[in-house]
């Protein structure tokens, strides 16, 4: 019997073929991954239209547009201890919580909030200058933030311990401004205020104090304030009058109801050239009659349109000089 030739039957295995095999299978993969990852930048960049590069923030160049830039400035406008002395403070049970409570608009301007009647802000007048500072720190998911606002209160004082013990933990609207500068500033919010988190008392051979810290979680530094806390009574304007006379000590004005007709009010007077910047507030009363102010050479109204002074309406100007307001923010009846 004829023996079979196993060897022409039976191949020898060649392990380069299963290698080349290999490396053809990976590159293609990798091909597929790089298309497929390559596909999804570019969408995202169309949709998100933000810098997207590996080890970029991913920052918006939109956002940095709107920002421009920011410059350096004077060791005048950098020097410390400028903040005022005298700090305001509202309770959030003092606030009339039937208004809708202000937001700032595009200048970071807030409009003065509305209390209850018969409620004012009450002052603090520190012992030491008060100190803010505001922090922003980058985590895991997120950034967090923490507002802190210290106020030392000299004296052993009976006022100064029953706020302490009534109000330690509570939460407030806080005012604050610098030296011989004319606007305010407003830390907190209704839904996020600045809440009393510490208290220290001392009465020992050093001396009688008490350290106030108000704190809040935020990323949101201080707004300016377009009210004046420091004014607690609005002067009245007389019925029927077409002219807003403008005096030194108040920032708020009423507007009543007229007697025979509704009034336009035109015109503004009392005003000098150091009043540019305050922020003048009216407020209306008028019912069947309430006076309007129409857009205009004195008074320059946000797309035109006409403010009417009825009851529980308000609106806010900045002064641009002496003869023209611009408003900033209203509210309608």
């Not at 930048?41 to 939109?62: K, Q």
């Not at 005048?76 to 700090?87: E, K, L, Q």
């Not at 509305?114 to 520190?126: D, N, R, T, V, W």
């Not at 009976?158 to 609207?173: A, C, D, P, Q, V």
């Amino acid at each position: 019997m004829k023996k079979p030739n196993i060897q022409k039957r039976c191949r020898v295995y060649n392990p380069m073929k299963g290698f080349n095999y290999a490396n053809r299978q990976a590159r293609n993969m990798f091909m597929v991954v790089f298309a497929v990852v390559g596909f999804v930048l570019l969408i995202g960049a169309f949709v998100d239209h933000s810098v997207l590069s590996f080890g970029s923030s991913g920052l918006s160049l939109a956002s940095m547009a709107i920002l421009g830039h920011i410059d350096d400035v004077s060791d005048r406008d950098t020097h410390g201890s400028d903040i005022s002395y005298i700090v305001y403070l509202v309770s959030l049970d003092q606030i009339d919580r039937t208004k809708e409570f202000p937001q700032p608009n595009a200048n970071r301007e807030v409009a003065p909030i509305h209390l209850k009647s018969g409620e004012i802000p009450h002052y603090f007048e520190a012992h030491d200058i008060p100190t803010f500072t505001g922090t922003t720190e980058k985590g895991d998911i997120t950034t967090t933030g923490e507002n802190n606002f210290v106020l030392i209160m000299g004296g052993a004082r009976t006022e100064l311990y029953n706020f302490i013990e009534e109000y330690s933990g509570g939460k407030f609207i806080l005012f604050f401004k610098h030296i011989k500068k004319k606007e305010w500033f407003i830390l907190g919010e209704l839904e996020r205020p600045i809440i009393l988190a510490n208290t220290e008392t001392k009465d020992d051979k050093d001396g009688r104090y008490t350290t106030l810290t108000f704190k809040r979680s935020s990323v949101d530094l201080p707004l300016v304030y377009t009210g004046n806390p420091a004014i607690t009574a609005a002067t009245t304007i007389a019925a029927d009058a077409t002219d807003i006379a403008i005096s030194a000590g108040s920032n708020t004005y009423t507007i009543p109801n007229g007697t025979s007709a509704a009034a336009a009010i035109t015109t503004v007077s009392g005003l000098s050239k150091a009043d540019k910047g305050r922020y003048i507030t009216l407020i209306g009363a008028g019912t069947d009659k309430a006076a309007t102010i129409a857009d205009g050479a004195t008074f320059v109204l946000e797309e035109g349109a006409t403010w009417t002074a009825k009851t529980g309406a308000t609106i806010t100007f900045r002064i641009l000089d002496t003869t023209t307001l611009i408003e900033v923010s209203r509210t309608e009846a």
